[in-house]
């Protein structure tokens, strides 16, 4: 008997059964837990989610990887010794002639060490031989054996090793380089065909997407990783033309110069730097996207170099302020800094202050967006820019000049040092005290308020400034005419170009009473 509330189960009790894992868990139609039995039963097979799979991907597109090593020229010791010495920079022959290590290896270290501090050291100096430097990456574009690298991978070399994944080792020669994007051209002669790859059009590139990257790290040889487009867009402050590809997957040295790519096998970026506190991989890289290099790579393989349009004209991007400064309804543009002297820009009449906003009726959005559309039009080109001047906008028409030819013109020259200030007066609603520059070009700042917003931008002490709002000035009643206009006009902020002996920019500073 079963002395309980629930009373004596009758034989005729419906059971219910749940099977797990081979076991058959009898329930009584109560709800108490009954004798466990054994099932017959199979036991659970979980479907999982199907995982993306890399492995064709890799297995077609492997061949055309390849390891680039590269090897530079060094002065041999005409006694073939292997012995080489450096201290704090220094060579032997660097050291003073009572030093200790000196008259050691004087003694002991051979006949290279034994010449008199007279001696011609070309002449203890043997034939020039090479040694290895580096170890990239890098991948073919043509059955014919041309293939894309780092130009940082290849730089100072003078002979080049291209190992296929099956160990092979060929020559090859340095077709071009550019180092403005950080690609360069080798080419392999060999009675074979090679397999290739092309490039993806990378305006379909989403972020999310996946990415396979194939190198050699470490000179390991032939090794894939993989992982997702984070970003786009990426500015890492290399160069003019920043616009990279983010990659979040284990990228790490000896990557550079190899391929990035798609579920398709096309090649969507060429890996080129890696954010990396600590020297290692964090899973953050930055691929040159695929419409950049195809451009440059096809400049290369026609005719060695690459040549770009050229504006010649000093800019800084246009922030909130500048643009409430200017009048501007958008902060977007390249706002002119300085135009070079005898440079396209120049002479088609664009001055400092200018704000460049279209060019062939295509927005500019900001400073690089302007510097990587000039660069991508030929030289001699014709265009069409607008500017925002004064309030209003108007066209220029400019011719222009030869990037690569034009290089010597386009350095910055020296300012001259402010000379020392004769009458201060204070603009107590800036936070600055000017003084009129002895060279009567614009005023010499003679101190700036700590606690102010023009020590905020960056405004210092021994700074000139040479306009505001565009207009000259060469007294303090100049900048405060100025600024009473603008605050007619209904502005807030007054655009203050200033010169230092870093050169020229712009800041925009607040005009309120007080």
Same mark, same amino acid.
């Given at each position: 008997m079963l002395n309980s509330k629930f009373g004596r189960p009758s034989l005729k009790t419906v059971l219910k059964t749940s099977t797990?894992?081979?076991?058959?868990?009898?329930?009584?139609s109560t709800g108490v837990p009954g004798q466990v039995i054994e099932s017959f039963a199979d036991p659970v097979k979980v479907q999982a989610p199907q995982?993306?799979? *890399?492995?064709?991907?890799?297995?077609?597109?492997? $061949?055309?990887?390849? #390891?680039?090593?590269?090897?530079?020229?060094?002065?041999?010791?005409?006694?073939? =010794?292997?012995f080489s010495f450096n201290f704090g920079g220094q060579g032997f022959e660097d050291l003073p002639d009572d030093h200790p290590l000196k008259r050691f290896f004087r003694d002991f270290g051979g006949p290279q060490f034994r010449d008199g501090p007279d001696s011609d050291r070309s002449e203890r100096n043997g034939p020039r031989r090479l040694r290895p430097t580096s170890q990239g990456s890098g991948f073919f574009i043509s059955e014919d054996g041309?293939?894309?690298?780092?130009?940082?991978?290849? +730089?100072?070399?003078?002979?080049?090793?291209?190992?296929?994944?099956?160990?092979?080792?060929?020559?090859?020669?340095?077709? !071009?380089?550019? =180092?403005?994007?950080?690609?360069?051209?080798?080419?392999?002669?060999?009675?074979?065909? *090679?397999?290739?790859?092309n490039f993806a059009d990378d305006t379909k590139v989403r972020v999310g997407d996946w990415v396979v990257?194939?190198?050699?790290? *470490?000179?390991?040889?032939?090794?894939?990783? +993989?992982?997702?487009?984070?970003? /786009?867009?990426?500015?890492? !402050?290399?160069?003019?033309?920043?616009?990279?590809?983010?990659?979040?997957?284990?990228?790490n040295r000896g990557n550079s110069g190899g391929p990035a790519f798609n579920l398709e096998g096309e090649v969507i970026g060429i890996n080129t730097a890696i954010f990396s506190p600590s020297g290692g991989n964090v899973g953050i890289a930055f691929a040159i996207p695929a419409s950049v290099a195809r451009d440059v790579v096809t400049e290369l393989m026609k005719d060695g170099k690459v040549?770009?349009?050229?504006?010649?004209?000093?800019?800084?991007?246009?922030?909130?302020?500048?643009?409430?400064?200017?009048?501007?309804?958008?902060?977007?543009?390249?706002?002119?800094? +300085?135009?070079?002297?005898?440079s396209p820009g120049q002479k088609a009449g664009i001055k400092e202050g200018d704000v460049i906003t279209a060019l062939n009726g295509? $927005?500019?959005?900001?400073?690089?967006?302007?510097?990587?559309?000039?660069?991508?039009?030929?030289?001699?080109?014709?265009?069409?820019?607008?500017?925002? /001047?004064?309030?209003?906008?108007?066209?220029?028409?400019?011719?222009?000049?030869?990037?690569?030819?034009?290089?010597?013109?386009?350095?910055?020259?020296?300012?001259?040092?402010?000379?020392?200030?004769?009458?201060?007066?204070?603009?107590? #609603?800036?936070?600055?005290? @000017?003084?009129?520059?002895?060279?009567?070009?614009?005023?010499? @700042?003679?101190?700036?308020?700590?606690? =102010?917003?023009?020590?905020?931008? !960056?405004?210092?002490?021994?700074?000139?400034?040479? =306009?505001?709002?565009?207009?000259?000035?060469?007294?303090?009643?100049?900048?405060?005419?100025?600024?009473?206009?603008?605050?007619?006009?209904? /502005?807030s902020r007054a655009l203050f170009q200033v010169e230092s002996d870093r050169g020229s920019r712009f800041i925009a500073l607040p005009i309120n009473e007080g």
């Open positions: 797990v894992a081979g076991l058959t868990a009898v329930m009584l995982a993306p799979s *890399f492995a064709d991907v890799v297995s077609a597109v492997s $061949p055309a990887v390849v #390891s680039v090593r590269v090897q530079s020229e060094t002065q041999a010791a005409s006694d073939n =010794s292997n041309y293939l894309v690298t780092n130009n940082h991978v290849i +730089a100072d070399g003078a002979a080049y090793t291209v190992v296929l994944d099956d160990g092979t080792e060929l020559d090859a020669k340095l077709i !071009g380089s550019d =180092s403005r994007t950080d690609l360069a051209v080798l080419k392999v002669d060999a009675n074979r065909e *090679f397999t290739y790859v990257a194939v190198g050699n790290p *470490f000179g390991l040889g032939g090794s894939v990783t +993989a992982g997702i487009i984070s970003a /786009r867009g990426r500015d890492i !402050g290399s160069g003019p033309y920043d616009d990279y590809i983010q990659i979040d997957a284990a990228v040549e770009r349009g050229w504006l010649g004209v000093q800019i800084q991007p246009v922030n909130k302020d500048i643009a409430e400064s200017l009048g501007l309804s958008e902060a977007q543009g390249a706002l002119v800094v +300085a135009p070079q002297e005898g295509d $927005p500019i959005k900001d400073a690089r967006d302007l510097a990587r559309k000039v660069a991508a039009m030929n030289p001699n080109a014709k265009v069409d820019i607008a500017i925002w /001047r004064d309030g209003k906008s108007q066209n220029l028409e400019v011719t222009l000049g030869n990037l690569a030819s034009e290089q010597s013109a386009s350095a910055d020259t020296e300012t001259p040092e402010a000379p020392a200030p004769s009458t201060e007066q204070a603009l107590a #609603s800036l936070g600055i005290t @000017v003084a009129p520059a002895e060279d009567g070009a614009g005023l010499s @700042v003679v101190e700036v308020d700590p606690e =102010s917003e023009a020590a905020g931008r !960056g405004l210092r002490a021994g700074e000139k400034i040479v =306009s505001v709002n565009n207009q000259s000035v060469k007294t303090a009643a100049d900048i405060e005419k100025v600024i009473e206009q603008a605050r007619n006009d209904g /502005r």
